[in-house]
C-alpha cells in the first residue's frame, strides 16, 4: 500500500555515470516508480531490424536493484529518423494537405500499415524480453496518443474510414442520409468517392468532418488494442497509455478508456487558470474509471515549454497542485520528467531534479512531497463521491467546432469552463458524465451547450428529471441529433417538454450584450424563446437592429433569461444567455438548493476541499490554501486549520 | 403584372410528403415563384452518364399545377462527388497552390476542358427535357458564379490566360510593356513562360496579377455563354444568373450583365451594416441593368450562416429589408431557401419556412410581405431615376488589392462605403456607375479612390465636370492608367486639371491623425497637395517626423484638406485626406448644393425614402422607417406617417 | 577624394530619350557613381545562351562620358522567367515545404547547382565584356544575398547540408550529441536520414533548425565567394556586395563581411522608427569593417513601398537621414533608385527622380545634399572611435526564434533595440561586437539577451570584466552554449561567476508587471535570482500565483531586480527583469559611469552628435538636430548652433 511517486526516466539522454546518481536522488525523494522507454525507439533499434537492448537491460536492472518499479513503455510514440527516410509517407498529412516530415515527435500516421508493422515489431521485441522482469510494474502503452496526429489525412486513412462507414451506416443511402449529401449535390453513388477531408472551395460537410472525427479516435484506440494484444501474449501486467483528459479533445475518452486496466492521464497547468483546468483534468479522470483511483501520469514540477508565456510555478504551488490530483482521486503522483533535458524541444521544461540542480526549491519540494506522500498510503485506493455531474461529450464538441454556426463566440470548451469553475467556486465537487451515461446517482446535472444530443441521451436526461433530479442547461443544447441534424419545432428540439420552453430563433449577439432584469448582464447569445409552462425568474430585452446601429432603433422584446421548470419530480433550470460571473454563481446556488447538494465542508473561496473515503469509512479531507490568508474549514464535527499557501489532509473518521 | 416573390426550392432534402405541405403553404404565403435545381445535379446524374429525372419531372409538375413558376437552373455550380473521383485535377487550386477536393460545392475549375463538357451535357440533359414545360419562366444559369472558385490557379487556367493575354497584347512586347517586366528583370521572351500567379518568394508582378484577374473573371463569363447557347438551342425563354452585387468584387460585372436577359442578384444582410451594404447591391443591380427592373433572386428571412455573428433579423426587419430592395428597383423579391435546412452547411441559414414552422415570426412576416407585394402589383415595371452616381470599377478595386501600395489601410471597399454611407445619410439616392461609363445623366458623381483610371475615364470625368457637372473626389483617385502604370508630373495625373491641384507626394498616416482647421479629422492619409487654382476650404497641418516620435520635431507644413476647383461648366472637390463622418457630410452638402440634387423628400435621419415611377407619371415613394420612433416624411404636396420599424408605400401620382 | 553619391540606376524601365536626360540631371545633382545592371538579366541574356550586350554597352559609354563611375552588378539576384519556366525545381521551396515559383524577384534555390551554373555563365559575360570599361569602378556582386530565399528547403539543399554537417561533425556520433537527438528518438543512424527542416508534427528538433540556419548563411557566402572568383579571373577592381545590416538577420554577417572588399549595406527608415534602427544599421555596417568607411549603397529619399505604412519622408528629413550615415562612417550616399518606377512592385518606392519630377522638394533636397557632400570631401576616410559595445550574434539571434523557449515575449530584436536606443538616448556612439571577438578597445559592453553564449564567447567576456571592463547584461544571457546546450547549475551558467548571482529559475510574466523598489516597472521577465556576492541596487516581489488570477494568493517573495559585482578589475551589471525606459537611462548612466564612457558632445535629447576623426588629428562633429528647436551643442571648445531640424557639421581641429 503506497501512493505512487516518480516520473519519465530518460537516461538515455544522459551520461552513464548521471544513472548511478539519480537512483541516490530517487531513493532520497522517495521515487518509487518511473516511466522508461517512451522515447526510447532510436535507441533500442538504431536501425530498422538492428536492435540494441544492452543500455536498456542496465536501466532496468539497476531499477529493481534500487526498488524502482517500471512503468515500461512501448516506444511506438515516436519512430526513428529511419521510419521517416524508408517510409515517408508513413509520416501524417496535415489537415491543410501537407505531408509532414521526421524531426519532431509522432512523426506517422496512425492509419499507415507499415507504421503499426513496425511499431507491433518494437513492441513485440520488448514485451518478449522485459515481461519477467523484476522492475516491471505497468505497460506503458505508447504515449499520449494523436497528441499531434490524431487525425491524419492520408490516403491510406481515407481506405480505413471507409471501411469504418460502411459499418456505420451499412450502405451508401445511409451515408447519405447521416451526411444530408442532398444539400449542395453531395450525394455518393459509389463509396471510393468518399475521402478524408482535405481542403474545399468553401464550407466542408458536417457529417463528413463529424464522421472523420470519430473515425480518427477510433483508429487510436485500435492501434492500442493492437499494441496491447501483443504485449499480451508475453506478459499479465496491466497496461495503460496515458491520456491528456484536460486538453486534445481530439480523442474520444468514453470510448477509450473502456479497454485500460487502469486510467492514466497527464495535466499540465495553463497559465492563466492554475485551477479550473487542473480540477476538470483529474474529475474527467476519475470519472472514466467509474470512480476508481487513477494515475497522474505526467505533470510538472514548475513551467512547461510550450505554452506562449511558460510561467514557473510560485513557492508551494506545486505541493498544491500535486494534491489538487491526490485530492481528487489519484493514486500515483508523477512529473515529466525526472531530470529536466538541457537539449531538444523541451530543454524549457521544468524536471524533477532542475537545471540548477538539487540545491534548488524544486528539489527541496520534491522530496517533500515524497515524503508526505509516504505518509498518506493509507489513502489509497479511497474513492471521492460526487452528487453532482458537468456532461462532456466528444462528437458534441467536436459538431461545435463546425465553422458555419450561429456564432463563432460560443466555444463548447468555453461554456464548459465557465459552468466547471461556477461549481469549483461554489466548492461542489463534480464528476463528468456522459448524456448517455448512467445518471441516477446524481442530484444535479449541468447541461453545458450539449448542442449535439442523441436521442438516447435526451431520453437519458429526461428520465433524470422526471424521476426528481435537477438540471441546469445552458443555451445551445439539446439543438441537433447524434447525425447532427437540427430538431424541428422549435430549440432546443430534443428537450423542449424537460425545460417548458420553445425558442423560435437564436439571436446571437454581435459586440453588445444584454442586461439582465436581475441587473446582471447576458453575454454572447440572446433568443427568442417563450416559456411553454416554466417559471421565468430573470429577462431581457431582445435586441433590435438599434443595439447594432447605435441609431435610436425599433424597441425590442422582452425575452426570458432564466427559466424554471417543473417536469415529473424533477426541476430544470433553463438559460437563454450567458450570464455574468456573479449572476451564474446565483443560478447554480439556486440549482443546488433545488437539487440538495453542498460542499464538502465550510471553507472561504479560494480554500479547495475534497472528500476521499474507503468504503469502510475511513475519510480524508483534502485542504488546499491557494490564498495568501490562513483559513479555516469547518466540517460536521472540526475546524481544521490552513496555512495560507499550505496543503492540509484532515483525517475525519 | 406581378411582383415576383419566392425562394429556393430544393426538395431533394425533404421527404416527398413534405412536397404537398409545400405546394399548400406556398399559396398561403402568396409564393409565384421558386427556383429548383439548383444543387440537383447529383440527384439527376448520379453516375457519369447515368441519369434520374424522374423525381424532378414529379416537382416541376407540381409546380405548373399549383400555379408558381419555375426559375429552372442549370445545376452545374456543384459537380456531384463522381466529378472530382474521376477527375480530380479539374477540381480549382487555390492561391497558395493548393489542388483543393470535393466535400463542398463550386469543386472545380472554371477553366477546365472536361468540367465545361459535363457541364454543357447535364445542361443539355435539362433544356431538351424541359424547354417546353409549363412551369418554366426563367433559365437561372449555374449559381453565383465565382463565389468561391472565381479564380482558380490551374495549369488549364494558365494555358488559356496565356491565349487570353496573346488576344489582349498582341505579342509579348505588348505584354511585356504593359506589365513593367523591365522591373526585377522579369521581362518575358516566350509565351509558354507566363504563368497563372503561384507563391513566390516576394512582392509578385501587380500587372501579371491585375490581367490575371481580369482573365478569371472573363473565364466565368465564357462559361455562362458556353450554358446559354445550349440553352438557347432549345428555348427562347429569358436567361440570367444571380450576380452577388454586395460582395464578391472578383468578376466585374460590368462586363458580365451585358449578356444576361435581366440582372438578378443575391445580397445577404451584413450583421453589422444594416443599410449600407444592401443599399449598394441594391443600386448596383438596378445600374447593372441601366436601370430596368431587376430581380432579388437570394435574400435572407433572417439569419445567415456564414458569418462569424450570425444575428437573426430583429421582428419588421425582414419587412424593411425587402422593401428596401423593391424601392430600389427589384421587382421580383425571393429568398434563399423555402425551408430552412435541417443538414449540411447551410441548416443555420434561416428560411421562408424556419426550423420552428409556421408557428414563428417569420412565417407570420414571409405571408405579410406575399400579401403587400401582391397590392403593389401596378408597381412592377416602374423605375428609380438618380442624378447622383457613384464610381465603382472593378479593375481599380483589383489593383489596389496588391500588397505594395502607399498604405493597406486605405481599401478601396472602405472608402467606397463611407462615401455611399453619407449619401445615404444625406437621403441622397443615387447610381453606381463606371468610371468610361454614360456621365451624362448625373449632376454630381462621387469618385472613392478609383486609383486606377483609365486613359479613357480620366477624359470622360473632364468632360462631365467641363460641361457643368460636379465631382467629388477622394484622395488616392486617378494616379494609375489602366495598366498600373503612374501617370507622371505630380499627383493625381489623370485629372489634375479638372482638380486644380498637384501632388508631390502621399504620406499616409501611421497611428496619427491630422487635425483639420475646420475643426474635424482627417484619418489614413495625408499628401503635399498645392492649390494649381483651386480654392483652398480646409486645411491640415502635414505630420513631421514629430507625429511619429512622440519627441519635439520640425513643425509640419499646412497644406490643403479640402479644394474646390471651377473647371469649364462645372466643379470639382477634391480631398487629401479622410474626413470625420460628420466633416464628410458638411461636404457632401456642399457638393449637393453645387450639383443640385437633393433627396427624394424630407426625412428624419434613420428613414430611408427612395422613389419609383413609371414613365406615365405613376409614381410611389417608399418610406421605410428604421428607427424606434413614428416619423413624418414630407413630399412636395403630402406628409406620410411611417410608424416606427415600419414601411409605407405612398403613392404621389 | 570625393563623397560618393548616387543610386541604383535601371534605364531599362526608361526609353532611350530619357538616358540623356537623367545624364543631365546627375550632373546637376552632383552624382559621381551608379549602380547598374541589378535587375538586367532577362535584358542581357533574354533566352538561355543568346546574349543582348548592345544597349547595356551603350548605358556604361554614358555613364563614362559624363564622369558618372559604375557600380556594375552581377545580375544574378533576379533570374529571367525563362530560368524557372526551364528550371522550376531550382526555385525556392519555402519553410512549409511550398516549391515557389516565378513571378517577383530571387527566385532561385542558393543551393542549386544549375543556378549557379547559370549564374556565373552570365556573370563571366560581363566580367569579360567590361572589366576594362573606364566606367568601372567597383564590383556590385548580386543584390542583397538572401533577401528573400535565404532558407530555401529543397533537397538539393537537403543535400548540400548533409555535407556541410559532415564537415561540422565528422561523424553521426558527432550530430547526435550536437542537436540532443537522445530526446525524442531522434538519434540518426545514417546521414541520409538527415533533412533540411520542414513541417513536423509538432516542436521541431532545435539544433537541427539552428544548423540549418548557420548552412544557409554559409552557402550564400558560397555563391559570392562563387562569382567572386569569376569576376577576379578578368578583373582587379574592388568587389562587395549589398549587406541588409538594419534588417535580415538570417545571414550571418560577422562570417560574411570577412571576404568583400568594402562592406556596403543598405538601410531603409522603419516609419515608426526614425532613429534606432538606422543607427544600429549604420554602427553595424561600420563594426563589420573594423571601424574602415563604408558605403550606404541603398537608401530611400522618401517613402518605401513595402511597409503596411509607407510613410513619406518630411521636410528635410532625408538631409538628416543621409547625415546620420556619414557620421556614423559612410563614405558613400547611395539611393535605390535613380528614377521612381512608374510601373512594378516597387513603384511606390520613392526615387532621387521622384514620380512628380524636378519641380519637387525631392528633388530640391537631391541637389542640396549633393552640393553639401561636395563641401565635405575632406571627410572621407575619416574613422569613428567607439569605446562601448553592444553584442550582436548571429547564432544566439537563430536560437531563440525557437518556438519552445520560455517565453514569447522575449525577442532577441527587441531587447537589443531597447539598449540600443537607451545608448541613442544617452549620447553615446557604440560600435555593434561579436561575443567571440576583439573587445580590449572597449570600456562598456552590453549583453542584450545573449542567450546563446559559447565558452568561448564567456571566457571573452570574463576577461573583458576581469581586466576593468564594465558589462550591462540582460536577462536570458549567457544561458546556452554553441549547440542550444543549457549550461547547468543555476543561470546564466556561462558568467555566474562574473555577475556574482544564479538563478534557479525564470518566470516570465503573463501580462502583468512587477513593481520595482526604485519606482519604476518591470516588464515580460522575472526570475529567481540570489545574489552570490552582488550588491543589489533594486529589488521586485516575484510573482505568486496571485498576480496570475486575481484572488488573494500567498505572498511572493522579495528578488534582486539589479545587481552590480565587482569581477577583478571590471564590474558587471545585471538585470532580471526589463525595466521601463526611465530606470533603464538611470541604469544606463550608471553602467556609463562605473566605465567612464561620455558621449561626443553636450546636446539636448534629440539632437544627434557623432565625431569622424582623421589619424592626423582632423576632427568633424555632425551635429544632427532632430527637434523642432534650434539646439546648441557644447563641445570642449565650442558651442555649435544647430537650427531645427537642420544638420551641422563641425569642424574641430
Redesign the interface.
Known sequence: MAIVYGGDY?P??WPRETWAEDMRLMREAGVNRVSVGI?????LE??EGRYDFGWFDEVMDLLAANGVEACLAT?TA?????F??TYPEAV?V?A????????????FDPSSDVYLAKALNITEQIARRYAEHPALALWHVHNEYG???ARSHTKAAAAKFRVWLRDRYGDLDGLNAA????????????W????A????????????VLDWKRFSSWQLKQNYLAEAAVIGKYSDKPMTTNFMTGSHPDIDLWEFSDVVDVVATDHYLV??D??VNLGFAADYARSLGAGRPWILMEHST??V??Q??????????MIRNSFQHFARGADAIMYFQWRA????????H?GMV????TD???WREVCELGARLKELAEVEGSRVHADTAILWDFPNRWAQEH???????LEAQAVFDEYYAALWRAGITADVAEPEGDLSGYRLVVVPAVYLLSRKGAANLRQFVHGGGTVLVTPYSGVADE????Y????P?AIRDVLGV?????????DDTVALASGGTGRIWSE?AESTGAEVRDTYV?????A??G???????ATPAWLVNRFGEGTAHYLTTFPDDATLDRIVAAAAEDAGVAPAAEAP??VEVVRRAHEDGRSWLFCIN????DAKVKTADAVVDVP??EVVVHREH
Open positions: 530518460n538515455e539522454q522515447f526510447s525507439w532510436a535507441k538504431p536501425e516506444p515516436s519512430p526513428p529518423p529511419w521517416a527516410a501524417m496535415d491543410g494537405g501537407r505531408q509532414l516530415t521526421h524531426g519532431s515527435r509522432q512523426g497528441c499531434h496526429n451526411w444530408g449529401t442532398a444539400f449542395w449535390s453531395q450525394s455518393y453513388s459509389a471510393d468517392q468518399v475521402q477531408p482535405l481542403p474545399t472551395p468553401t464550407i466542408p460537410n458536417p457529417g463528413q497559465g492563466e492554475p485551477h514548475s513551467a515549454n510550450w506562449g508565456r511558460n510561467r514557473a510555478k510560485a513557492p508551494r504551488e533535458s538541457r537539449q531538444g524541444a523541451e530543454k524549457w521544468s532542475p537545471h540548477a540542480g534548488s526549491k524544486i465553422e458555419a454556426r450561429p456564432t463563432t463566440d447525425t447532427d441534424t437540427v424541428l419545432g422549435g430549440y428540439g420553445r425558442t423560435e430563433e437564436f439571436h446571437p449577439l454581435l427568442a431582445l435586441p433590435s437592429t438599434a447594432r446601429t441609431a435610436d432603433a425599433p424597441a425590442g422584446t473561496v479560494g491557494h490564498t495568501g490568508a495560507a499557501g
